[in-house]
């Protein structure tokens, strides 16, 4: 059994000395997570380059009682991808090979470490359609996606990152590799294991390739935007949006005029698209894999429509592709420009689609009784019922003093969403961040299930201990979350509920 001091040395052998990193300078890219909130403490930085070097490396720190931390791109804002000292950060960026293409098939085989704009356009290259399209897909990873069960601006018509894959290869706690690689549609032959995986943040399992779906490509596009007098608006046109281009919305989503009018303001290149500012607009794309003029056709039909119904105040449709990626960054840009707006405290819940106006409503008056002066900077996906509830500094109060309130204004958005049926983790993961909430709202029933699951496939607790599941209370024995070693022998038999 190697020692956890001499681990690295240990992994060097297996995977190469360069590809096993410990000084600070050299692992600092891995370590620095993305809004900077949390730091990880690793014993080292392993890059394995295949799946049976991924097995070794687990088995390698299994028997050395190291946790291992399964990381992608290191996009995440929930710090699910944060190792504590002692552990192992696992990361993929090596493993980053189209592996094949099935265009009769629809299908695409990719090894984990894929980052998720390279896949695009491979599928692109193909006259295929990956749909999953975020804000870092020039950096994150498909592994880390499917491990997070990513969302995405597309979600409305092509769903989650669950729904993209129809399978996984996966490393397992003993060393074994999951071989679950089916391009099939159709397998009704007991569990779908791959979905146990899928959404696990890597406590489960390290994905190390996956079978995508894959989509005709879009031959014809209507980007558009409109003014809105408020999200009962806009909730009337996704609904007359859907009907008149037969589902085709690809993307409809919803920003409040503070975050759209804040772009205008702080970014130079940023032009108005509308005549005068209104309190919301609506982003929206629809798309088909016929080419023609149709779709736009019925796109601006729908919208003179809801213009003469006084559904809207006024809209703008991109005329060519340059104004459709005008369009479209000004939704991008939003995220960036409320840095300019001074402290943030994030929120990323979903409701019922039918629920977004009430929920927008009761928020704002929560967040206003609760703190004056603080500013709600809305925005997000509205199409699937998944909006940010961002919440901007009083003008008059200092960024620290602000910051501090952050679990306490989490709580004032979370109980609004959860009093609507929401959830308070739409698409950004649960992590560490979030796991007071969990045990706060996740019926308990789920989190024993949740707990079983993870005793069943990681006994030992080897794979990013500490994220995800609220540490048991009581019971006497190490939890299922703790890291290895925290209160009982590695591999003991857990205490029984």
């Given at each position: 059994m190697p020692a956890a001091e001499s681990l690295p040395a240990e992994l060097a052998r297996i995977i190469g000395a360069k590809n096993v990193l410990t000084a600070p300078e050299k692992t600092r890219a891995y370590t620095e997570e993305l809004r900077g909130r949390h730091r990880s403490e690793c014993l080292a930085v392993a890059l394995p380059a295949n799946a049976e070097e991924v097995s070794a490396v687990v088995s390698c720190c299994a028997r050395a009682g190291a946790g291992i931390v399964p990381q992608g791109g290191n996009t995440g804002t929930m710090g699910g991808a944060v190792a504590r000292r002692g552990q192992v950060i696992l990361n993929l960026r090596r493993m980053n090979r189209v592996l094949g293409v099935d265009e009769a098939n629809h299908s695409m085989h990719v090894q984990a470490g894929c980052v998720l704009a390279d896949i695009q356009e491979a599928a692109r290259?193909?006259?295929?359609?990956?749909?999953l399209s975020l804000g870092a897909q020039g950096s994150c990873q498909i592994g880390g996606?499917?491990?997070?069960?990513?969302?995405?601006?597309?979600?409305?018509?092509?769903?989650?990152?669950?729904?993209?894959?129809?399978?996984?290869?996966?490393v397992l706690a003993d060393g074994r590799v999951?071989?679950?690689?089916?391009?099939?549609?159709?397998?009704?032959?007991?569990?779908?294991?791959?979905?146990?995986?899928?959404?696990?943040?890597?406590?489960?399992?390290?994905?190390?390739?996956?079978?995508?779906?894959?989509?005709?490509?879009?031959?014809?596009?209507?980007?558009?935007?409109?003014?809105?007098?408020?999200?009962?608006?806009?909730?009337?046109?996704?609904?007359?949006?859907?009907?008149?281009t037969a589902d085709r919305l690809v993307t409809f989503e919803l920003m409040g005029g503070i975050a759209v009018h804040s772009v205008l303001r702080h970014f130079s290149g940023a032009r108005a698209p509308l005549a005068a500012q209104h309190e919301w607009?609506?982003?929206?794309?629809?798309?088909?894999a016929a080419p023609g003029p149709a779709l736009r056709e019925r796109v601006e039909a729908c919208l003179a429509r809801a213009l003469q119904d006084d559904v809207l105040q006024d809209a703008v449709i991109a005329e060519n592709e340059t104004q459709a990626r005008e369009l479209l960054r000004l939704r991008e840009q939003v995220v960036e420009a409320q840095r300019f707006e001074g402290g943030s405290i994030k929120h990323d819940v979903s409701v019922p689609v039918s629920s977004v106006p009430e929920f927008l409503r009761r928020a704002e008056r929560a967040v206003a009784a609760a703190m004056p002066g603080a500013r709600p900077y809305p925005y997000g996906h509205m199409?699937?019922?998944n909006m940010h509830f961002n919440i901007s500094q009083p003008p008059d109060m200092e960024a620290k003093a602000f910051l501090s309130q952050w679990d306490a204004m989490n709580r004032v958005v979370h109980e609004v969403a959860h009093q609507l049926g929401g959830s308070f983790s739409a698409e950004h993961g649960i992590g560490i961040s979030k796991l007071g909430e969990m045990r706060r709202y996740k019926d308990p029933v789920s989190l024993a299930l949740y707990r079983q699951i993870k005793r069943a496939l990681d006994p030992g607790n080897l794979f990013n201990p500490g994220k995800l599941l609220p540490v048991e209370e009581g019971g006497g024995g190490r939890a299922a979350n703790a890291p290895p070693g925290a209160s009982a022998t590695r591999g003991a038999k857990p205490a029984s509920r």
């Open positions: 290259a193909r006259g295929r359609l990956f749909p996606n499917l491990a997070t069960n990513a969302g995405g601006v597309n979600v409305l018509h092509y769903g989650n990152a669950r729904d993209l894959a129809l399978g996984l290869e996966v999951w071989s679950g690689l089916s391009a099939l549609r159709k397998d009704n032959t007991g569990y779908d294991l791959k979905n146990l995986f899928i959404g696990s943040e890597g406590t489960l399992g390290v994905i190390t390739a996956a079978v995508l779906k894959l989509f005709p490509a879009l031959q014809s596009e209507s980007v558009a935007l409109a003014g809105l007098r408020a999200p009962e608006a806009a909730l009337e046109l996704l609904g007359r949006l859907r009907a008149a607009y609506a982003l929206l794309k629809a798309g088909s199409g699937d019922g």
